[in-house]
C-alpha cells in the first residue's frame, strides 16, 4: 500500500528519466561548462594552469574592436538572408499553392539544394563566383552587365554569402508556406470574392493572417539559423576579404586554439543575443499571428 | 430585387456530368427551397448563381441578362456557405463588416448597420470574439449576418439552420420568414430537411442526380407529386408503394391518409393486415402492416392496436396515386386509370 503511493510519486519522474538524462548531458551540462570556461583564462597544455579571472573575457568582449565589425556582420548577414527568404519563399509558395503537377516538379526542383550539403554548395558556388571564369560573371557579361568581384571584394563578399544561404535553404520554407496556403480553405476565398474584395486585400487580410503562424515560425528559425552561420563563412572565404564576413561563429572559431576562455565568453554572448532577440519577436508579433 | 433564371445549363467535374441540362426560372421576391438527397447538386447549383463555381455551359440569367462575366462580388448576391466560410482571423465585427469596407460604407452606416443585423441574429455580446472561440450555431449565425449586412438583391442560403438546435432553428426558421417579409429580396433556399421546406417555401425545387423532378409550391408537391421519387421524398415516412401487378403500375398511398380499424372498413381500397412495429409518437401512432409479401407504413390517431393484432385498413380514391413503369404520375384523365383503379379493388 505504502510501496504504491511511492511509486505513484515516483512514475512521472522516473518515466521522463531517460530523456531528461539526455538533456541533462547534450544541452545543460555543456551550456554551463560554457558558462563556466567563459570566466578562466584557459591553458590548454596544462589544464591544471588555468585562471580564473572573473568576468575579464567578456570586458574584453565588449572593448574589442573586431568582436563589433563581427556582431555587425552577422547583423548584417542575418537581416539580408532573413528578409530575402522569406520575400521569395512567400512569392514562390504563392505562385506553386496550385496543386498541378507542373507545380509539384517546380516545387521538388526548388527543393532539392536544400538535401545537399551546404560544402558542397559553397563550393560550386565559390567556383561559379570566380570573378575570372565563373558562370556568373559569363552570365551578367553576356546579358551587357558590368561584371562583380563577388567573394573578393569587401563589398560584395558578405552579399554573395547571402546569396548562397538563400538559395540553399529557400525550398524548406517554400515548401513549409506551400503546405500552409493549401491548408486555407477555397471556400474562404470564395466567400472573399462574393464580399468584393481585391486581391490586394484578399492577401493581405486573409492569406497573410491565416500562414502568420508558419511564417513567425520561419522568422524565429531563420534568425538562429543565421545568427550562427559558419560553414560557408569557413569554405568560401575565411572571414575575409579584410574580415568582411567575419560572423560570430566563425570569430569565435578563430580562437579555438588561442583563447578559449575568451572563445566561451563569445559563444555565451551569442546566446545571449539570439535569446533577447527571440523574446523580442514573440514580444512584437506574438499579437499579429493568428493561431486558429 | 432580382429573378434568376438557368437556361440549358450543365455542370460537370472531372468529365463527370452532374448537372445535366436543366432549365429553371427562380421568381423575383420568391422564398425558393431547393431540396433534394445528398450530392444531388444542390450546393453546385447556388454555387452557379453567386458565380463561384461558373456553368460548364448553358447561361445563367440575373434579371434577363447573362452574368457569366459579372465578378461574383458585384453581382449583388450574398451567400451563406454549408460550412460558414467566415474569415477565422477576424473578430466576429470585422467579419460582418468585411464587405461593408470592400465597398466603401462610411463608418458611421457601418457601425449602425452592423449593429442592428448583430442584434437581430442575437451576436451583440460575441461582436469582439474570434470565430475560433464560438460554437457551431453562433459561427453559422455569423455567417448569415454576414450576408445579410450587404443588403443582397438575392440571398442564397445553404443549409444556414442545419447546426442549431431545434428551439433556435424553429425561431431562426420565423425570423428567415419575417426577413424575407421584409426584404422582399429573393431567397434561395438550400436544406435536406422537409419541414424546412415545407414551412418556408413560396416554391419547392425538388431535385435527383441533376435533375428537378418537380418544381411547385409546398402544398402542390405534397398533394400532386410527379412521381414515384417525388412521392417518397417529401413526407415522414414516405408515401407507400405497392406493385398493382398490370403494365407495371405501381400504386401508392400516404401513411397518414389511412383510415384504420378494428371492423371492415368502407373504401375503394381496404386490405386486412397483422401489426408488426408499433411505435407511439405523442399524438400519433405510426405503425407496420405486413399484408401478403410486402408491408404498410401507417399513422392513425389511434394509439389502442397492438402488436400481431389484425386491422382493417382503407384508403379513400381521392387519396389514391398510381405511377408508370418509369416512376411518372399517372393522371385521373390518362385513358387507363379507371383500369388500374379498379384492378386496385382486387388487390
Ligand atoms: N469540386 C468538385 N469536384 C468534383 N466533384 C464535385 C465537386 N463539387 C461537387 N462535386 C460533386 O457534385 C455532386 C453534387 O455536389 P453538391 O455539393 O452540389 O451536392 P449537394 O446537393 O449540395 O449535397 P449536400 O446536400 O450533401 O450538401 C456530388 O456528387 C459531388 O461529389
Ligand atoms: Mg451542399
Known sequence: MKNNKVWEILRPYVMIGPAMIGIFLFVIYPMIYLLYLSFFKYNLLNSAMSKYIGF?????????????????????????????????????????????????????????PHIISIVSVSLVWLWMMEPNLGFLNYVLESLGLPPSQWLQSSKTALFSIIIVSVWHGIGYYVLILVAALQGISPNIYEAAALDNTSKFRVFHRITLPLISPQMFFILIIMTIGSFKVFDTVRIMTGGGPNNATNTLVYYIYGFRTTNIGYAAATGVVLMAIIGILTIIYFWLLSRKVHYQ | MASIEFVNVTKEFEKKEIIKDLNLRIEDGKFTVLVGPSGCGKTTL???????????????????????????????????????????????????????????????????????ISEAVGLSEYLGRKPSTLSGGQRQRVALARAMVKQPSVFLMDEPLSNLDAKLRAQMRIDLIELHKKLGTTFVYVTHDQVEAMSMADTIVLMNQGLIQQEAPPEEIYHEPNNIFVAQFIGTPPMNIGELGVDGVRFGFRPESVTASTEPVESPFTLQGEVTTREMLGSETLYQIRYKETSFMIKSLIDKFSVNQKIHIGVNSDKLYFFADDGDRIHKDHIHYRDYFEALRGY
Do not use: C, H
Open chain 1, 56 to 112: 575579464s573575457n567578456y570586458i574584453q568582449i565588449f572593448s574589442r574592436e573586431d568582436f563589433y565589425k563581427s556582431l555587425l556582420n552577422t547583423v548584417i548577414y542575418t537581416g539580408g538572408v532573413v528578409t530575402l527568404t522569406m520575400l521569395i519563399s512567400l512569392l514562390i509558395a504563392v505562385w506553386l499553392s496550385k496543386r498541378t503537377r507542373m507545380n509539384y516538379i517546380v516545387q521538388a526542383g526548388i527543393f532539392t
Open chain 2, 46 to 116: 447556388l454555387r452557379m448563381i453567386a458565380g463561384i463555381g461558373p456553368q460548364t455551359s448553358g447561361s445563367v440569367l440575373l434579371n434577363g441578362k447573362d452574368i457569366s462575366n459579372i465578378a461574383p462580388g458585384k453581382r449583388g448576391v450574398a451567400m451563406v456557405f454549408q460550412n460558414y466560410a467566415i474569415y477565422p482571423t477576424m473578430s466576429v465585427r470585422e467579419n460582418i463588416e468585411f464587405g461593408l469596407k470592400n465597398n466603401k460604407v462610411n463608418k458611421i452606416e457601418r457601425k449602425k448597420l452592423v449593429e442592428s
